[in-house]
């Protein structure tokens, strides 16, 4: 037998099924196939021979190193189940025979991956020594004898306490596992290996950039202010807002929007308003270059805008009052009205009272200046978003040259009688 190995859960299987006195398994987790085998052999074995230690913990089993059912089973049987608190490595003793291997947590990889050589074989001594610190009670029965035999000469062998598993998995360990596997279950982990490799290529990306258009903010007015005008010139910006920046302003941002126009047109497509932009990570480190340059232009118009701006919004006031101080004068407001020792304000009152009511509704300039701000948030493909065949249709459409994976992997097909004829299918 090679060395080098590969043990996925069938091969481990298949190595018990060849047991004829022990069998010891200690890993992160157990899968169904190797469960079967072990209780396939209990007939020829005994309960106490067949030994395993696994990690109590239920993240086990989220993260794919084994199933919840397959420990209920053997607890059900009868056999020894030990727990040992983050175990991650695999070993597994079969007669006189031992391998030290690295389990697969399916969220990962696919452990019917067959260019993955995760085990080794270890030899006789260092099987035993395995044995021993893993079970050394194993050793003091009198039925095994020729491991006894085997034994002493092998080293540290005046121990008697085992150094993992000391403790048995109960029924009252299994209860709480399966409670928390009830509350989050694991995934399907064929459809969570997809999404790590979609992620790998794309992100969804938004990108926002509010507050630069200043010639579109608009100011809404009191409606107790909003009584009367006739000046027509005003009647399409006086409603129940009011334009704050006039359209003929300096004020203008348009070197920006067009920056930000191109960066998206490079490296953004759009996969529709529901689904939303995506990038390619690869061309994450360029675009995030570009929006620094845009994070400068913003910087600079903003100082630069400081001035103007406070003309701008000074100059919107002064025009509010005159077209609402007619009406105001006319026909003023009840704060108004029962704040004046007249029965109606002169024009230095009501034009008092106007700057007064619109310099609480209009911005101050810092806080303006402080709304200009670029916004770029990264999320990555999600299950969901995975099984969406719009998704998957519009992907290729917008980048036809990347060699996209289909969006799910295909089982193996395991015959019963041969398991190496096992081929993945594209």
Not at 31 to 55: A, F, P, Q, R, Y
Not at 227 to 245: D, G, H, P
Not at 263 to 274: A, E, H, P, Q, V
Request: hydrophobic share 35%; aromatic share 8%; glycine share 4%.
């Amino acid at each position: 037998m090679s060395i080098f190995n590969r043990l996925s859960s069938i091969e481990l299987s298949e190595q018990i099924s060849f047991a004829t006195q022990k069998v010891i398994y200690a890993a992160p987790g157990i899968h169904k196939e190797v469960t079967d085998s072990m209780i396939n052999c209990i007939e020829l074995l005994g309960k106490e021979n067949i030994v395993t230690i696994i990690d109590k913990d239920p993240e086990i089993c989220r993260l794919g190193y084994g199933e919840i059912e397959a420990i209920e089973r053997l607890l059900q049987i009868g056999t020894i189940v030990r727990k040992a608190y983050g175990l991650r490595i695999g070993v597994l003793i079969v007669d006189n025979n031992a391998w030290i291997f690295s389990p697969t947590p399916l969220l990962i990889e696919n452990q019917f991956n067959r260019a993955i050589i995760n085990a080794i074989n270890v030899n006789l001594e260092q099987g035993l020594e395995l044995i021993r610190s893993i079970s050394p009670d194993l050793f003091n029965k009198d039925d095994n004898a020729i491991l006894k035999e085997s034994y002493k000469n092998s080293i540290n062998n005046n121990k008697s306490t085992p150094e993992i598993g000391k403790e048995k998995f109960n029924k009252g360990d299994l209860d709480i596992a399966k409670k928390d596997l009830n509350e989050r279950p694991p995934k399907k982990f064929d459809f969570e290996r997809r999404v790590r490799t979609y992620s790998s290529h794309i992100q969804f990306v938004e990108l926002s950039l509010p507050g630069l258009q200043l010639n579109r903010r608009t100011l809404k007015i009191p409606s107790k202010l909003l009584n009367v005008s006739n000046n027509k010139e005003a009647q399409e910006r006086l409603k129940a807002t009011y334009s704050l920046i006039n359209e003929n302003s300096k004020i203008s941002s348009k070197d920006i929007e067009q920056q930000l126009l191109k960066i998206r047109r490079t490296y953004l497509k759009s996969l529709g308003k529901r689904v939303g932009n995506i990038i390619l990570r690869q061309k994450k480190e360029e675009f995030l270059s570009e929006l620094e340059k845009i994070k400068v232009s913003i910087d600079k118009f903003s100082a630069n805008i400081r001035k103007n701006l406070e003309k701008e919004l000074e100059k919107s006031k002064k025009e509010l009052c005159k077209i609402l101080l007619p009406g105001v004068m006319q026909n003023p407001p009840d704060d108004l009205k029962g704040g004046i020792l007249t029965k109606k304000p002169d024009k230095n009152t009501a034009t008092a009272y106007l700057n007064f009511e619109l310099d609480k509704v209009i911005p101050q300039v810092d806080e303006l200046v402080n709304d200009i701000k670029l916004y770029c948030d990264f999320k990555d493909v999600t299950y969901e978003m995975l099984t969406d065949n719009e998704f998957q249709k519009n992907l290729r459409i917008h980048f036809p040259h990347v060699p996209w994976p289909k969006p799910f992997d295909e089982h193996y097909v395991i015959p019963e009688k041969d398991p190496e004829q096992m081929k993945l299918t594209f």
